[in-house]
């Protein structure tokens, strides 16, 4: 009783704000509810089964399966599945204490290139599947890892050429990571859909999903190696003397001493990185791919199930949501760990 | 291999070594650049070959062409009859139009809800933690499809406008706001006008004439009313007349980008609030400021210093992310340039390197500027503090 008398009504400015707040709050909040929950649809399988006046929920949970997988199919789904518990088995090596970090890099690339022949299929007795069909959380998924994957090479690169004491590699570098962190996503996403096609040899043509990868891998390069850049001016000057005291030349250096240590300091800026990436990613469905939420828009087009937008776009918003700030707790958490133990 | 030791032997080794370390630097550095040449001379092949095999014209002549394509909000007289040159300057009108409203709205909003976090009423503080939390985590292009599909485009026609005040109506073809309307030759007046809130903004703080921007304002006040009427939108038939209109495709837009931006500026400033040393407060209550004046004399002006540089990363991403209008075809550069333009002409080289150019060129004025702004608050926090 007393914590309320403090927090809510200490004033009479204070209490004046906690009622108009409360009431805003149920002027908003109880009519959503109501429709979202209370007053929702829930079982049924058509358009028609929605009579209530709330939410109706059938739709996405008719369409769950696609908004999931896209068009793949649906014989073969089951790929998209174990792909799907691969890369969650993968990404717990790295929280792995004992696992070194050149076992845990052998086994992604390994688990990466194993992916991508199961998602694409064509060898052993697995039908080919194209990348046309990929799609929903699926695709998103693809794009956020893949894009990730291609980047990182780059963007430790650049990082380190943009730190390099020789000027000419210093500039190009500069210029080419301010070149992508200077112009909007979607303008790298139509040069990748448009202008690539051009760049390459007559008949060297690129496949659709491998054009907005390499488009978003260039993109968040950029960005991760500016990340990566913060990591490496961390690094005291004395560990780049240890080094040179202990003979390595400059590569020997950079892997064995600097690098493991900025790539330490840099993990929360890597999962912003990453929840920036996952969310950038919705941008694909502006050049015609279906994402996530690209097929969850397309959907609302659908005959069968019109003006069902302000469902659709609730559950993606939860969806992403819920991934995002999952990932965003884990930066902080990561955060303060590395803070108390690894410094 | 030559930058390290390089660096770190350079000066004390005798002369030969010397010699070959900065030799291995220069053929490092030519390695480096031939790489690069030869690269972009094998694009640059690609290209030609390619443009020639398809019959794609090449240069800027297109600019010149008629675009044959409306354009429905544009601050500048657009027809079917203009050129693609000017497709583009209006694209680009509207993309900064767009950019600088929200730029301005997302400050606002992202400030308020930032200093709203430290509020010690519980519920503001956790209402405005909610803000941040659930707009900073989800796509912004989903938040401009919601705004613009499941909100604007789906309220009532004309006919029943959500009405407010009676001076501005909502419906689903738009927001309709009263508009200022200059009576004819009242050029001089504008620029009067214009002067007068120049000189009032330039001498809030003067000590001497302690009212002068009340006087100000009155005489810009006078100089309205002589000058200009108030046209407020009307219901007539099915439509309404009079007043000007928002399409919904710009007040999704605007609405998106700015709350979607303000999100992460409020965390900017609480994150400068937060870095105002405690013994600051505490001088602060020592001089029995009250909350209110504590915030604006003693935090808020050191905060600044921290939130300024990242908030010139928030309005360089606001820019770029309006290119997102895109997706709801409202006519910013890109939806014009890269979008219409680009599939009437098929000259991609062309147009997608003049938006990047353009993104870019904006990217670096904002940055510029904004560290203009960073030198002289820097400056103003040290000669205080």
């Keep these: 009783m007393s914590w309320v008398r403090e927090n809510l009504f200490s004033s009479w400015g204070n209490t004046l704000t906690s009622c108009f707040i409360g009431f805003v709050l149920a002027w908003a909040l109880v009519p959503f509810v109501d429709w979202a929950v209370i007053s929702a649809d829930w079982g049924g399988s058509k358009r028609t089964d929605c009579n209530s006046g709330g939410a109706c929920w059938v739709y996405v949970i008719q369409r769950f399966d696609q908004f999931m997988y896209g068009f793949y199919p649906v014989s073969e789904r089951w790929r998209v599945d174990v792909v799907g518990i691969l890369l969650v088995v993968a990404l717990t090596l790295f929280f792995w204490p004992r696992v070194s970090a050149r076992l845990a890099l052998l086994c992604w690339a390994l688990a990466l290139f194993f992916c991508w022949f199961l998602l694409t299929g064509g060898v052993l007795a697995l039908p080919y599947v194209e990348t046309r069909l990929w799609g929903g959380m699926m695709l998103t998924v693809v794009l956020t890892v893949g894009g990730l994957v291609l980047a990182f090479p780059v963007a430790i690169l650049l990082a380190l050429g943009r730190r390099s004491s020789l000027p000419l590699v210093r500039i190009s570098c500069t210029a080419f990571i301010e070149l992508w962190r200077g112009v909007p996503l979607i303008t790298v996403l139509f040069m990748a859909s448009v202008m690539l096609p051009l760049f390459l040899p007559d008949g060297a043509g690129v496949d659709k999903l491998l054009r907005a990868l390499i488009g978003v891998s260039l993109f968040a390069g950029a960005y991760l190696a500016e990340v990566i850049r913060g990591g490496l001016q961390a690094i005291l000057r004395g560990q780049y003397e240890a080094a040179a005291a202990l003979g390595l030349g400059y590569w020997k250096t950079m892997t064995y001493v600097i690098m493991p240590q900025a790539l330490r300091h840099v993990i929360p800026g890597l999962l912003n990185t990453i929840i920036a990436l996952f969310k950038d990613t919705t941008l694909v469905l502006i050049i015609g791919m279906f994402d996530f939420l690209g097929i969850i828009q397309a959907s609302l087009n659908d005959q069968e199930w019109l003006g069902l937008a302000a469902e659709g776009y609730v559950f993606a918003a939860l969806i992403y949501w819920s991934i995002c700030y999952s990932l965003s707790r884990l930066s902080i958490k990561v955060e303060q760990h590395s803070g108390v133990h690894r410094v | ?385």
């Excluded at chain 2, 297109?62 to 007289?77: E, H, N, R, V, Y």
């Excluded at chain 2, 407020?232 to 710009?250: C, H, W």
């Excluded at chain 2, 999704?252 to 870095?275: D, K, M, N, P, W």
């Excluded at chain 2, 013994?279 to 029995?288: K, N, P, S, Y």
């Design chain 2, 1 to 385: 291999m030559g930058c390290i030791t390089h660096r770190l032997y350079g000066s004390f080794l005798d002369n030969n070594l010397w010699q070959s370390v900065r030799h291995t630097a220069i053929f490092w550095q030519l390695v480096a650049v031939a790489v690069i040449v030869a690269g972009g001379m094998w694009l640059f092949g690609n290209i030609l070959d390619n443009l020639a095999n398809r019959g794609i014209a090449s240069g800027f002549s297109f600019l010149k062409s008629t675009a044959g394509f409306g354009i429905s909000t544009s601050l500048i007289d657009f027809t079917e009859a203009s050129s693609i040159g000017r497709a583009f300057w209006v694209g680009l009108l509207n993309t900064l139009m767009v950019s600088a409203i929200s730029v301005v709205l997302a400050t606002i909003l992202g400030f308020a809800v930032g200093i709203a976090r430290f509020s010690n009423n519980w519920l503001l503080a956790r209402l405005a933690m909610g803000f941040v939390e659930t707009l900073r985590n989800i796509p912004l292009l989903l938040q401009i499809f919601f705004w613009y599909f499941a909100v604007l485009r789906s309220l009532p026609g004309p006919r029943q406008s959500y009405d407010i005040a009676g001076l501005a109506y909502l419906n689903y073809r738009g927001f309709y706001i009263p508009k200022l309307e200059f009576f004819d030759g009242s050029g001089w007046s504008v620029v009067g006008i214009v002067i007068l809130a120049v000189a009032a903004f330039c001498l809030r703080r003067h000590r001497v004439v302690p009212r002068i921007s009340v006087v100000l304002a009155v005489l810009i006040l006078v100089f309205l009313l002589v000058s200009a009427s108030v046209s407020v939108p009307a219901l007539k038939g099915f439509n309404f007349t009079g007043g000007s209109v928002l399409s919904p495709e710009f007040v999704a837009l605007v609405i998106a980008l700015s709350s979607y931006t303000a999100a992460f500026i409020a965390e900017i400033v609480r994150a400068g609030i937060q870095s105002v040393p405690r013994g600051q407060i505490e001088a602060a209550d020592a001089l029995a400021l009250s909350a209110k004046d504590r915030m604006r004399f003693v935090v808020i002006p050191q905060a600044l210093r921290v939130i300024v540089p990242l908030l010139t990363n928030q309005y360089l991403n606001l820019t770029k992310n309006s290119s997102l209008a895109a997706a709801i075809a409202f006519p910013d550069l890109v939806s014009v340039f890269a979008g219409t333009a680009l599939n009437i002409t098929g000259q991609a080289i062309e147009i997608i390197g003049i938006t990047m150019a353009v993104y870019l060129t904006i990217s670096l004025l904002i940055a510029f500027a904004m560290n203009a702004f960073n030198r002289s608050t820097a400056m103003r926090g040290l000669s205080t503090g």
